[in-house]
Protein backbone atom coordinates (compact mmCIF):
# COMPACT_ATOMS: atom_id res chain seq x y z
CA UNK A 1 0.00 0.00 0.00
CA UNK A 2 1.41 3.36 -0.78
CA UNK A 3 1.82 5.64 2.11
CA UNK A 4 0.11 9.25 2.01
CA UNK A 5 2.91 11.96 2.57
CA UNK A 6 1.23 14.03 5.67
CA UNK A 7 2.81 17.04 7.05
CA UNK A 8 2.28 19.50 9.22
CA UNK A 9 0.72 23.22 9.42
CA UNK A 10 3.87 25.62 10.50
CA UNK A 11 0.37 27.44 12.44
CA UNK A 12 -2.44 25.55 13.95
CA UNK A 13 -0.06 22.45 14.20
CA UNK A 14 -2.95 20.10 11.87
CA UNK A 15 -1.14 17.36 10.45
CA UNK A 16 -2.70 17.17 6.85
CA UNK A 17 -2.14 15.25 3.64
CA UNK A 18 0.57 17.14 1.71
CA UNK A 19 -1.33 18.17 -1.43
CA UNK A 20 -3.97 20.21 0.88
CA UNK A 21 -1.28 22.46 2.17
CA UNK A 22 0.42 25.09 1.02
CA UNK A 23 4.31 24.71 0.45
CA UNK A 24 7.17 27.18 1.20
CA UNK A 25 10.50 26.66 0.33
CA UNK A 26 13.94 28.03 1.89
CA UNK A 27 16.43 27.98 -1.18
CA UNK A 28 20.40 27.05 -0.96
CA UNK A 29 21.07 30.90 -1.23
CA UNK A 30 18.25 31.43 1.33
CA UNK A 31 15.78 32.69 -0.77
CA UNK A 32 12.32 32.17 0.72
CA UNK A 33 9.50 31.34 -1.87
CA UNK A 34 5.96 30.42 -2.21
CA UNK A 35 5.94 27.16 -4.17
CA UNK A 36 1.99 26.46 -5.20
CA UNK A 37 3.18 23.28 -7.59
CA UNK A 38 5.10 21.25 -4.59
CA UNK A 39 8.10 20.99 -7.14
CA UNK A 40 10.63 23.70 -5.63
CA UNK A 41 14.06 21.73 -4.06
CA UNK A 42 14.80 23.55 -0.85
CA UNK A 43 14.16 22.99 2.78
CA UNK A 44 10.20 23.09 3.24
CA UNK A 45 7.37 24.13 5.51
CA UNK A 46 3.16 23.96 5.27
CA UNK A 47 0.42 25.68 6.15
CA UNK A 48 -3.19 25.50 6.14
CA UNK A 49 -5.06 26.66 2.66
CA UNK A 50 -7.29 28.67 4.91
CA UNK A 51 -7.81 32.40 5.49
CA UNK A 52 -7.25 31.75 9.89
CA UNK A 53 -3.50 30.25 9.14
CA UNK A 54 -2.35 32.57 6.51
CA UNK A 55 -3.73 35.23 8.47
CA UNK A 56 -1.79 34.39 11.79
CA UNK A 57 1.15 33.36 9.66
CA UNK A 58 1.40 36.49 7.90
CA UNK A 59 0.93 38.76 11.52
CA UNK A 60 3.50 37.03 13.19
CA UNK A 61 6.07 35.95 10.13
CA UNK A 62 5.60 32.23 11.26
CA UNK A 63 7.22 31.42 7.88
CA UNK A 64 10.28 33.44 8.33
CA UNK A 65 10.47 32.52 11.99
CA UNK A 66 10.38 28.82 11.00
CA UNK A 67 13.75 29.56 8.48
CA UNK A 68 15.36 31.87 10.94
CA UNK A 69 14.80 35.04 8.93
CA UNK A 70 12.25 37.34 7.69
CA UNK A 71 9.89 36.29 4.76
CA UNK A 72 8.81 39.30 2.49
CA UNK A 73 5.20 41.00 2.48
CA UNK A 74 5.28 40.19 -0.88
CA UNK A 75 5.13 36.29 0.17
CA UNK A 76 2.45 36.39 2.47
CA UNK A 77 0.32 38.45 -0.28
CA UNK A 78 1.37 35.85 -3.12
CA UNK A 79 -0.14 33.26 -0.47
CA UNK A 80 -3.21 34.93 0.14
CA UNK A 81 -3.80 35.39 -3.78
CA UNK A 82 -3.29 31.94 -4.28
CA UNK A 83 -6.14 30.99 -1.56
CA UNK A 84 -8.43 33.54 -2.82
CA UNK A 85 -8.08 32.08 -6.57
CA UNK A 86 -8.82 28.98 -4.51
CA UNK A 87 -11.80 29.65 -3.17
CA UNK A 88 -13.08 30.97 -5.94
CA UNK A 89 -12.47 28.07 -8.35
CA UNK A 90 -14.27 25.68 -5.67
CA UNK A 91 -17.43 28.52 -5.29
CA UNK A 92 -17.81 28.13 -8.78
CA UNK A 93 -17.51 24.11 -8.91
CA UNK A 94 -19.98 24.26 -6.66
CA UNK A 95 -22.03 26.59 -8.46
CA UNK A 96 -21.50 23.75 -10.98
CA UNK A 97 -22.94 20.79 -9.14
CA UNK A 98 -25.80 22.19 -8.44
CA UNK A 99 -26.86 23.00 -11.75
CA UNK A 100 -25.91 19.76 -12.73
CA UNK A 101 -28.13 18.19 -10.50
CA UNK A 102 -30.90 21.01 -11.12
CA UNK A 103 -30.53 22.84 -7.91
CA UNK A 104 -30.91 25.70 -9.08
CA UNK A 105 -33.04 28.60 -10.52
CA UNK A 106 -31.52 30.62 -13.48
CA UNK A 107 -32.28 34.35 -14.41
CA UNK A 108 -34.64 37.09 -12.60
CA UNK A 109 -38.23 36.10 -13.62
CA UNK A 110 -37.67 32.23 -12.14
CA UNK A 111 -35.67 33.97 -8.78
CA UNK A 112 -38.43 36.28 -8.17
CA UNK A 113 -41.08 33.38 -8.50
CA UNK A 114 -38.97 30.70 -6.76
CA UNK A 115 -38.55 33.10 -3.65
CA UNK A 116 -42.01 33.50 -3.83
CA UNK A 117 -42.25 29.94 -3.38
CA UNK A 118 -39.48 29.91 -0.10
CA UNK A 119 -37.63 27.99 -2.58
CA UNK A 120 -34.79 29.64 -2.63
CA UNK A 121 -31.56 28.80 0.19
CA UNK A 122 -29.25 31.16 -1.34
CA UNK A 123 -29.14 34.05 -3.87
CA UNK A 124 -25.74 34.25 -6.52
CA UNK A 125 -25.15 37.78 -8.51
CA UNK A 126 -22.27 37.84 -10.47
CA UNK A 127 -20.30 41.30 -10.16
CA UNK A 128 -21.17 42.23 -13.78
CA UNK A 129 -25.13 42.08 -12.89
CA UNK A 130 -26.85 45.13 -13.87
CA UNK A 131 -27.62 47.63 -11.39
CA UNK A 132 -31.26 47.53 -11.34
CA UNK A 133 -31.10 43.73 -11.65
CA UNK A 134 -29.18 44.05 -8.44
CA UNK A 135 -31.43 46.08 -6.35
CA UNK A 136 -34.13 43.84 -7.05
CA UNK A 137 -32.31 40.42 -5.87
CA UNK A 138 -31.13 42.27 -3.07
CA UNK A 139 -34.44 43.67 -1.94
CA UNK A 140 -35.38 40.12 -2.61
CA UNK A 141 -32.62 38.65 -0.28
CA UNK A 142 -33.66 41.03 2.55
CA UNK A 143 -37.17 40.83 2.31
CA UNK A 144 -37.37 36.46 2.20
CA UNK A 145 -34.16 36.52 4.51
CA UNK A 146 -32.22 34.65 1.90
CA UNK A 147 -28.46 35.11 2.01
CA UNK A 148 -26.63 37.17 -1.04
CA UNK A 149 -23.27 36.13 -2.59
CA UNK A 150 -21.28 38.65 -4.89
CA UNK A 151 -19.35 35.73 -7.08
CA UNK A 152 -16.71 36.96 -9.05
CA UNK A 153 -13.84 35.09 -11.20
CA UNK A 154 -12.61 34.97 -14.58
CA UNK A 155 -15.59 31.78 -15.71
CA UNK A 156 -18.98 33.78 -15.41
CA UNK A 157 -21.90 32.47 -13.94
CA UNK A 158 -23.58 32.25 -17.65
CA UNK A 159 -20.28 30.33 -18.40
CA UNK A 160 -20.60 27.62 -15.42
CA UNK A 161 -24.83 27.57 -15.78
CA UNK A 162 -24.05 27.31 -19.26
CA UNK A 163 -26.75 29.89 -20.24
CA UNK A 164 -25.96 33.33 -22.32
CA UNK A 165 -25.93 36.44 -20.26
CA UNK A 166 -27.11 34.68 -17.21
CA UNK A 167 -25.92 37.05 -14.27
CA UNK A 168 -28.13 35.87 -11.49
CA UNK A 169 -28.97 32.11 -9.66
CA UNK A 170 -30.87 31.10 -7.40
CA UNK A 171 -29.42 27.93 -5.40
CA UNK A 172 -32.62 25.83 -4.29
CA UNK A 173 -30.72 23.24 -1.90
CA UNK A 174 -30.24 23.43 1.71
CA UNK A 175 -26.94 21.27 1.10
CA UNK A 176 -25.35 23.17 -1.59
CA UNK A 177 -26.19 26.65 -0.45
CA UNK A 178 -24.50 25.67 3.22
CA UNK A 179 -21.10 24.31 0.86
CA UNK A 180 -20.92 27.30 -1.24
CA UNK A 181 -21.77 29.99 2.07
CA UNK A 182 -18.64 27.85 3.97
CA UNK A 183 -15.76 28.34 1.18
CA UNK A 184 -16.63 32.48 1.58
ZN1 LIG B 1 -3.08 25.36 10.01
Known amino acids: MKSIPIRQCIVCRKRSEKGTLFRV ?3 P ?13 GRSVYL ?17 CAFNRTASAELYMQIANALQSEKKTSVGTLIGF ?16 GAGKKKIKLL ?13 IESISSKQNIPLI ?4 ERSLSD ?23 QI
Do not use: W
Not at 161 to 172: D, F, H, P, S, W
Open 25 to 27: IRT
Open 29 to 41: ENQILFDPMHKMN
Open 48 to 64: CKNVACVQKAGEKDLIG
Open 98 to 113: ANRSRKVIKGMTGIAE
Open 124 to 136: IIDSETQPTTRKR
Open 150 to 153: VYSN
Open 160 to 182: ILGKANCRCVGITDDRFARSILR
